[in-house]
C-alpha cells in the first residue's frame, strides 16, 4: 500500500486543520483588532460570509476523518469513553472541544451574527476568542496521539 492510500485520512484531518485553526487565527489577530478599534460590523460579516464557505466544509471533514482516525486507532467504540486509557483520553478531549466549539458556533450563527449592531460586537469577540483558543487545543490533542495520547493526569 503506498503511502497516500495509507495516509490519507490523515492528510485531509490536517489540510482541513490548517483551514479551521489558521482562518481562526487570522481572524482573532488580525481582522478582530481592527473591527474592533473601527467598529466596522461589515468588516467582520464580509470576512465571515467568506470564510464560512470553506471553514464550514472543512470542519465538516475534521469531523468525518476524525471519527475515522478514531475508529482506526480504537476499532471499539465503547471503549473510546475508557478513562483509564491515553489514547482513549484523547478523544474525549476532542470531542468535548468539538462540543465546546459547536455550542459557540451555534450562539454566535443565530443569536449573535443576526442583527448585529456595534454594541454587539463585544459579543462577538467573546464567541471569536474562544473557538480560537479551542481551535489550538484541537491541534496540541491532536498532535498527542503520537505520543501515545493524553497522560496521566
Ligand atoms: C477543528 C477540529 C480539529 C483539528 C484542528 C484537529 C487537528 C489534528 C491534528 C493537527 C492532528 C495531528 C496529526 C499528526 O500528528 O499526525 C490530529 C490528529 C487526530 N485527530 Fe484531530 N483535529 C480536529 C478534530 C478532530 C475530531 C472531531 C476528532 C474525532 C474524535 C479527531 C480525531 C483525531 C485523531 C484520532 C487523530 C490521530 C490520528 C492518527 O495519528 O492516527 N480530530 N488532529
Not at 3 to 31: K, N, R
Not at 91 to 102: G, M, Q, S
Amino acid at each position: 500500500m503506498s503511502f497516500l492510500e495509507s495516509q490519507w485520512l490523515l492528510i485531509i484531518h490536517v489540510l482541513a486543520a490548517t483551514v479551521w485553526t489558521g482562518g481562526h487565527l487570522v481572524l482573532a489577530t488580525v481582522i478582530l483588532p481592527t473591527v474592533l478599534r473601527d467598529r466596522s460590523v461589515s468588516r467582520l460579516l464580509a470576512f465571515e460570509s467568506a470564510y464560512e464557505r470553506i471553514g464550514m466544509p472543512a470542519l465538516l471533514l475534521q469531523v468525518v476523518t476524525g471519527v475515522a482516525l478514531a475508529y482506526r486507532l480504537i476499532p471499539d467504540v465503547s471503549a473510546w469513553f475508557d478513562w483509564s486509557n491515553p489514547i482513549a483520553r484523547a478523544i474525549i478531549a476532542k470531542l468535548t472541544l468539538l462540543l465546546l466549539t459547536v455550542v459557540f458556533a451555534l450562539d454566535a450563527r443565530f443569536r449573535v451574527i443576526p442583527g448585529l449592531t456595534e454594541r454587539g460586537l463585544v459579543d462577538m469577540a467573546w464567541h471569536i476568542v474562544p473557538v480560537t483558543v479551542l481551535s489550538v487545543l484541537f491541534v496540541v490533542v491532536g498532535v498527542s496521539f503520537r505520543g501515545g495520547g493524553l497522560g496521566a493526569f
